[in-house]
């Protein structure tokens, strides 16, 4: 599909500590419709934020998780936001957001009426929603991945760990998994999540990791101007 970007939006631009964050929400939607005028389409998928944890960490600490019950929990967080940007999105978007990246039919009918965005969310344990960013990319034949996280680039060691780690704007998908190995686990930290990183290798995608609020910088790279952040391909 032609003009199409696939986000996997970062659930702590959403839900973060504090609450849910309808400032930066505000200034994201008015930005994608901006996009959307320009005759842009968009495949958004969000991830749990600060609700998934809140209500793993709860759980925790009355019965001992099973990584399919922090999975779950998650997974459920992600079709909470899902449907808080599908209701910002109204006009726009699908009325059903997408839980199955698997069909490619299914996936096709989200843009039958001329709708412009499809609102996608977790699937099923073992899959980030970053991995389901990929497979979207990959059934929608997009060639780029844009992940928008709370960080700026991604660095060759933890910045808040190391003084001297240095910022990549550039980095191979083989640099890349060095850094964050290849086993997922609800609840991991990562830039882009392991598995998902060795299927958008596998098919050859580029995927940009840059920070969500900056929007001015997302809107940058929409343009084709330099931005801040790190593409991986």
């Not at 005028?37 to 749990?48: A, L, Y």
């Not at 709370?150 to 060759?156: A, E, G, K, L």
Request: aromatic fraction near 10%.
């Amino acid at each position: 599909m032609k003009n199409i970007y696939v986000i996997s939006l970062g659930g702590s631009l959403v839900a973060t500590a504090e609450g849910i964050d309808w400032r930066f929400l505000k200034k994201f939607r008015s930005l994608i419709l901006s996009e959307i005028k320009k005759g842009s389409k968009f495949v958004i998928i969000v991830g749990g934020g600060d609700t998934a944890r809140k209500y793993q960490e709860a759980s925790g600490k009355v019965v001992k998780l099973t990584n399919d019950d922090r999975d779950w929990i998650g997974i459920h967080a992600t079709r909470l936001n899902a449907h808080l940007l599908k209701t910002i999105f109204r006009q726009y978007a699908h009325p059903r957001i997408n839980k199955n990246p698997n069909t490619k039919a299914d996936i096709r009918k989200h843009f039958a009426r001329g709708e412009k965005i499809m609102v996608a969310a977790g699937w099923r344990p073992g899959w980030s929603t970053d991995f389901v960013a990929t497979i979207l990319a990959e059934r929608l034949s997009a060639k780029t991945v844009i992940n928008l996280s709370n960080i700026d680039y991604v660095y060759d060691k933890d910045p808040k760990k190391f003084k001297g780690a240095k910022k990549k704007e550039e980095m191979s998908w083989h640099e890349f998994r060095k850094l964050v190995g290849n086993r997922w686990d609800p609840g991991l930290n990562a830039p882009f999540d392991p598995v998902a990183s060795r299927r958008a290798e596998s098919l050859g995608l580029e995927v940009a990791i840059m920070n969500g609020k900056a929007i001015n910088n997302l809107k940058n790279y929409f343009s084709g101007k330099k931005f801040k952040g790190t593409i991986i391909k």
